[in-house]
């Protein structure tokens, strides 16, 4: 009588020497590794949110609309654009917005990005502001604040308004994060926000839903830091989203 293969034994085994051989790998070179995670994970969080942006894009639309309506230019920086779902809510011409400086460290989101600026009007430039052009012009910066403000940020520099979307929860470092912000506002200028309450407290949630979020702390205590810089007046509302 024949005996059935051990299937079972033999995936055990091959699992088992990719785990060593994973581990050996990432103690060799960890600094590679961590960059190839990185890279899989911005890629595939892209990939996710080009399906789910349209959604999450209409799920918040009735509190981040209004609050679109109030940007104004003619310098405007935004913190987290993503694919640019939140260029279509600004009304460029009447609020005067002649540079948009687009934060976006994911790589893998330009692309959409480049076609929604487009849509929306806005001539797309990389990493570099000309103040001789006269159409409207967004500027894709592949960095964050979190390591100090990049040059081209910088140049561009005092904005009019400084908005994000559900994207300070992914900071690094949130409090330098929100001291560039304000740091950046010209005076009278304007923060506008729609981010993540931070009311979801159980870690296992953040490690579950954190990484499908491209590592959103969703804890993060952002209406309490917000509130704790020096504003001369801040309006925070932690109503929940419709739906």
Not at 122 to 134: I, P
Not at 154 to 170: E, I, Q, R
């Amino acid at each position: 009588m024949a005996e059935a293969y051990p299937w079972r034994r033999v995936l055990f085994g091959c699992m088992l020497v990719f785990a060593c051989w994973g581990i050996g790998l990432y103690r060799e070179y960890p600094a590679e590794v961590d960059e190839y995670v990185r890279r899989v994970q911005d890629w595939t969080y892209a990939k996710a949110w080009a399906h789910l942006g349209e959604f999450s894009a209409a799920r918040i639309a009735p509190v981040r609309a209004p609050l679109w309506a109030q940007v104004q230019g003619p310098r405007v920086l935004e913190l987290g654009i993503g694919h640019g779902e939140s260029l279509r809510l600004l009304n460029a011409p009447q609020a005067g917005i002649r540079i948009h400086v687009a934060l976006e460290p994911n790589p893998y989101m330009h692309q959409q990005l480049v076609q929604s600026a487009r849509r929306a009007g806005f001539a797309v430039r990389f990493n570099e502001v000309s103040e001789k052009l006269a159409e409207r012009q967004l500027i894709v910066v592949n960095d964050t604040l979190a390591g100090g403000v990049p040059g081209v940020v910088a140049a561009a520099a005092p904005y009019n308004s400084v908005v994000t979307s559900l994207s300070l929860c992914l900071a690094d470092d949130l409090d330098g994060t929100l001291r560039a912000i304000f740091d950046l506002l010209s005076p009278g200028g304007r923060f506008i926000f729609v981010e993540r309450a931070g009311r979801i407290k159980q870690a296992w949630a953040q490690r579950v839903v954190g990484p499908l979020l491209g590592n959103c702390q969703l804890d993060r205590g952002i209406a309490q830091a917000i509130r704790g810089m020096r504003w001369r007046s801040v309006d925070v509302s932690t109503g929940g989203l419709p739906g």
